[in-house]
T-cell receptor, first 113, second 112 residues
């Protein structure tokens, strides 16, 4: 089991609510990522970070925002949830060097009603 | 845009049979990785193969890489019902930044 944790695992929330998806890792990894995945589809990178105070947008446009105040913590926030945000959100981390694997959390299944 | 494209999209076999999944990609790479995902869960890393390697083994898994054809294959020998999952290939598109680009995966079902 990888030492990367996401909470909550499942979240059903009403339109317009603000939500924060938590992601923490205890491996001391500099690099962290958020992917979005719809059922049966590929993973799309929405945010990544190479260290504290470093955040970048990924390839898939997302209305979410992220922060990296501590190495181990990489939360994702949606200021106003909409049904189009319904998806699975996967957090991952990896070491700084090249040719290294990514470790994934169990994911958060978000449903906006 | 999608980098890896897995083939087939779905594969259904009996326990004890071998399962072969293929992945094609479009750019240069430093490495190619295979991951497994059980339904509704996170991804678990299986094997990383570097661009200068042609074959790697890990237990019942065998991965090949042909950079001239920009393709890779994952072979699972003597499949078990517990191997039922989605299998994804991912590449780095030649970047050193650690970002991975995934395909849509192959859904493998192994019947007991």
């Amino acid at each position: 089991e990888a030492d990367i944790y996401q909470t909550p695992r499942y979240l059903v929330i009403g339109t317009g609510k603000k939500i924060t998806l938590e992601c923490s890792q205890t491996m001391g990894h500099d690099k962290m990522y958020w992917y979005q995945q719809d059922p049966g589809m590929e993973l799309h990178l929405i945010h990544y970070s190479y260290g504290v105070n470093s955040t970048e947008k990924g390839d898939l446009s997302s209305e979410s925002t992220v922060s990296r105040i501590r190495t181990e913590h990489f939360p994702l926030t949606l200021e106003s949830a909409r049904p189009s945000h319904t998806s699975q959100y996967l957090c991952a981390s990896s070491e700084h060097s090249m040719n290294t694997e990514a470790f994934f959390g169990q994911g958060t299944r978000l449903t906006v009603v | 845009s999608q980098q890896g494209e897995e083939d087939p999209q779905a594969l259904s076999i009996q326990e004890g049979e071998n399962a072969t999944m293929n992945c094609s990609y479009k750019t240069s790479i430093n490495n190619l990785q295979w991951y497994r995902q059980n339904s509704g869960r996170g991804l678990v890393h299986l094997i990383l193969i570097r661009s200068n390697e042609r074959e790697k083994h890990s237990g019942r898994l065998r991965v090949t890489l042909d950079t001239s054809k920009k393709s890779s294959s994952l072979l699972i020998t003597a499949s078990r019902a517990a191997d039922t999952a989605s299998y994804f290939c991912a590449t780095d598109r030649g970047s050193t930044l650690g970002r991975l680009y995934f395909g849509r995966g192959t859904q493998l079902t192994v019947w007991p």
